[in-house]
């Protein structure tokens, strides 16, 4: 081994892909959602692509995401009726 193998080689940076299909609505990235969580019960959120919203089933409330940005805040949440 000589002190040519131990070059730390720059790796790339992932480009952001939108995925086939896609329209003009925010598309959110799924490693995002898997660590997002409600506020209120710590539970998982479901994005509703067209309502652009992430549901939390748990608490019943939607939380609205604007220009692709998830705002968890309860106030500017919609309650959901059943």
Known sequence: M????NIP??????????????????????RLLQVL??????????YD???QELISESARYAYPV????????IDEARRIED
Do not use: H, K, Y
């Not at 000589?2 to 193998?5: C, K, L």
């Not at 604007?66 to 805040?73: K, S, V």
């Open 37 to 46: 969580v409600c506020p209120v019960t710590r539970g998982p959120l479901i």
């Open 9 to 30: 080689v720059p790796i790339e940076p992932e480009t952001p892909r939108e995925p086939q299909g896609s329209d003009d609505r925010t598309v959110m990235d799924q």
């Open 66 to 73: 604007r220009d692709g940005i998830p705002i968890l805040i």
């Open 2 to 5: 000589n002190d040519s193998d």
């Open 49 to 51: 692509r067209e309502a």
